[in-house]
C-alpha cells in the first residue's frame, strides 16, 4: 500500500485538534506566556544584564515546558489511542501503521511549533518591558496581557455560541493574537521613531534561530516521547523514562569533560557521548551574549545532529509500533 498524502494530513489534522482539546496543553501555554511577560519584574540582582538574564528565563521556560508539552501530548494522543480503541478502529480502514504513527508524531511539531512562536513573540515584547538602554515601555507587557485575555474571550463567546472546544479555540488564537501584539508594537513605534521600531524588529530576528535551536532540541525530545508512548502507554512509565533521558542529557557534557581529564580520549568516553543526545548543545543562551546573534553554521549542524537523532528515535518506534497488539 503506497504512502497517500491525504490521508496522512487528515490524520496529522485529527491529532492536532485532539491534543488541543486537552485543557492541560492551553494551561501550560497560557502560564509559559504569562511568566514570559513577567520575566522583566523578576529579576534580581541584574548587575547591568537585565536582557541577558530575561532571555535565560524565556528559553529556560521553553525548553522545560516544552519538554512536558512534548511528553504530555504524545500520551495524550499516543498513549490514549493505544489503551483504548482509536487506535484498532483507525488501522481497520486502508491506513499504514507508519502512516498512523508518523502523522501522530507530526502532530505533536505542529503544537510545539505553535508553542514555540507563542513564546518568541512573548520575548520580543517582553525585551521592551525591561529597563533598556533606549528607555522602558512597560505598554508591552499590558499588550502581551491583552493579547492572552482576547484570545481567551474570543474563544469563550464562540464557545458559548457555537458550542466549539474552547480549549482548542483558545491555543491557535494565542498566536494569531501574539502576533497582531507584535504587529501592533512595530506600527506605533514606526509612526514615532523608525530606529525604534528598527531595534524591535532586529531583536526578533537576531531571537528567532535560539528559538529555532530549542525547537530543534524539543523534536529530539518530542521523538523519544512518541517511540517510548509507541512501547509503554502509561504515563507514570513514560514520565519517568523522559525525565530519565532528559536528567542524563543536561548531564552528559559535563561527566564527559570530567572524565576526560582523568582518562583522556577513550573509548569509553565517546561511547558514552554517542549513547543519548546531549541536550546542552541546543541551549543557545550564551551565544546572545552581548548583543551577538546565533551562528547559523551552528544552527544547521545542530538541525542535522536534531534530525539524526529523530529519525533513530522514530525507527525505533516504528518497528515497536508495527509489532504491538491493538485491542
Not at 24 to 47: D, E, K, N, R, Y
Not at 95 to 104: G, K, N, Q, S
Amino acid at each position: 500500500m503506497a504512502f497517500r498524502l491525504d490521508i496522512f494530513h487528515a490524520l496529522v489534522v485529527q491529532s492536532v485538534r485532539e491534543s488541543l482539546r486537552q485543557p492541560v496543553i492551553l494551561l501550560v501555554t497560557t502560564v509559559a506566556i504569562l511568566l514570559a511577560a513577567l520575566m522583566p519584574f523578576m529579576t534580581a540582582f541584574q548587575f547591568g544584564e537585565e536582557n541577558r538574564l530575561v532571555m535565560d528565563g524565556i528559553l529556560a521556560l521553553h525548553f522545560l515546558l516544552g519538554a512536558y508539552l512534548a511528553g504530555a501530548v504524545s500520551q495524550l494522543g499516543l498513549g490514549l489511542d493505544l489503551q483504548g480503541r482509536a487506535a484498532g478502529l483507525i488501522l481497520c480502514k486502508p491506513v499504514r501503521r507508519a502512516e498512523f504513527f508518523l502523522a501522530r508524531f507530526t502532530g505533536v511539531l505542529v503544537v510545539l511549533a505553535l508553542f514555540s512562536f507563542c513564546l518568541w513573540t512573548a520575548a520580543v515584547l517582553s525585551q521592551q518591558i525591561g529597563p533598556l538602554e533606549h528607555g522602558e515601555d512597560e505598554r508591552a507587557g499590558l499588550i502581551i496581557l491583552a493579547a492572552v485575555a482576547a484570545a481567551h474571550g474570543i474563544s469563550g463567546m464562540i464557545n458559548y455560541r457555537r458550542g466549539s472546544p474552547y480549549a482548542e479555540w483558545s491555543f491557535f488564537l494565542l498566536p494569531i493574537a501574539l502576533g497582531m501584539a507584535l504587529s501592533f508594537l512595530l506600527i506605533r513605534d514606526l509612526r514615532a521613531d523608525v530606529a525604534s521600531a528598527g531595534r524591535v524588529l532586529a531583536s526578533g530576528v537576531r531571537l528567532l534561530p535560539a528559538f529555532g535551536l530549542v525547537y530543534l532540541g524539543l523534536g529530539v525530545l518530542a521523538a523519544a516521547a512518541h517511540t517510548l508512548a509507541a512501547r509503554f502507554s502509561s504515563a507514570p512509565v513514560l514520565a519517568g523514562f523522559m525525565t530519565l533521558l532528559l536528567v542524563l542529557g543536561l548531564s552528559l557534557e559535563p561527566l564527559i569533560h570530567e572524565w576526560r581529564g582523568a582518562v583522556a580520549e577513550s573509548l569509553r568516553v565517546m561511547g558514552i557521548a554517542w549513547l543519548m543526545p546531549s541536550w546542552s548543545l541546543f541551549w543557545p543562551a550564551d551565544a546572545l551574549y552581548a548583543g551577538r546573534s546565533l551562528p547559523l553554521t551552528y544552527l544547521g549542524w545542530a538541525a542535522l545532529y536534531s534530525v539524526t537523532w529523530t529519525a533513530f528515535f522514530l525507527s525505533v518506534g516504528t518497528a515497536w509500533f508495527a509489532e504491538r497488539e491493538l485491542g
